[in-house]
């Protein structure tokens, strides 16, 4: 058996949401063993797409951050903008995928908020590119409830 | 553990009624945030000769809370308002300390025979929804209303002059201490709402701090008779509890009803004139930013207390989740529509 990880833990989800959480007292118990099969849902997608999400993010991420250092004037952050553009990320593991993530996260709210100090064109633009981003990434990472 | 409390809150409750006895039968936990354990309860003793059987709501403490709340300004919000005659429960006793059940705790009377919607469940109110509505907003309004001098919460936490900044503040630190990764789109909506005040609050009010769908009790028939889960309550501007109780995450996915419950427009219009104030549309808008921020810090908090195993109750890991990503679309959406 292929360990299909996202089909276990979609049954399993399923089987304690539709057959074990009914048989327990209602209250608490009954509520968190409902809860619990709800995110054992959310474990499941995260197991197929995770990885392909976080990589597609820190590929935008570095692209973004790339085309940002034009419009960045500040020498400090060009020079983290520099060393980031030549980074890849250490494996394809989630933990890997989350260090890089957290990294490029944290430099770009620096330019972002140096780029909010701006009020040019070339800022505004620049600010709008950031939104962009953001705006993806935050649609990619929402999560799905069973059913919806 | 239900066992265990049983007993001593048996013996605390005959020493607090000043009765010989009292029977606690039936104690349960149920859902009730991640902020308090809350169990239900009956407690059947005799006094002067009459029985008594008491239908009754413990909360207490859990071993790690999500938000540090204080208990006894809960309290003395549920007494304030169940005083005014709002729809709020009777509370009944509040120990602070630890001795009697190993944590504070208060205990409420149990409003019974009433449903509270479950966030996740679309159009939970059905046809019950315009009256709810009417109830829910009005009675936010009239919150807004009562002067906390005159109710005795004039001394609950929070600023009386630019509280917006106060509440930023809080938030603020709320996510330095939990975040687990940098929050681009947090961060963001905490330098825009720093940027762009609000104007003057019209007076100073208590808030709720929590006011929303899933946090009051309704019957069959549409009557609100509980609003509940005060834990969060402080002084501040009206417009904070209006811009919570709106945010899209309790719309239960109809974004064309706030709250699950009616219209906008009617929303804000019930509010007003319950409350005698405005809601100038440039303000309210900043505490809709400010609302979907406080929910991000919270949810932030709520991922922290779960990843460090403090409190692995399952809505923790539900809010740090799904709740996290939902506030983050909604500010990235709003935020970026008017340029920030």
Redesign the interface.
Known sequence: MKPEVDKILETTAIQLLTQIAPEL?A???Q??AG??G??LG?CANEYENGAELRASENAELRNLLAELEAAVEDVRLCVKLGAVMGERDASLKISDL?YS??QL??L??DV??YL?TRNDDQA?LA??EI??V??A???A???K?PG? | MNDDIAPRLAAYLAKTLGVSAVDVDGLTRISGGASRETYRFAARYYRDGRAYDRRLILRRDPPASLIDTERSAEFRAYKAFHKLGMPVPEPIVLELDNGPLDRPFFIMEEIQHCTVASVIQPDPYGALAPKIGHQFFSTLGRIAKADPDKIGLSDLEGARENSWKHEVDRWEREIDEDEREPQPIARAAIRWLKRNPPPPAQKVCVVHGDYRSGNFLYDAEGNIRAILDWEMTHLGDPLEDLGWAIDPLWSHFNPERPAGLVSREHAIAFWEQASGLKAEPRALFWWEIFASLKGLAIWISAAREYGDGRNADPVNLFSGWYCLAFHNKVLADRLSAVGA
């Open positions: 007292p209250g608490y118990t509520g968190s809860l619990i709800i995110l959310f989350n993530n957290a996260k944290k770009l709210i972002q908020t909010e505004k600010r709008r939104w962009a953001l705006k990434s935050a649609k990472r929402l999560v409830l919806m």
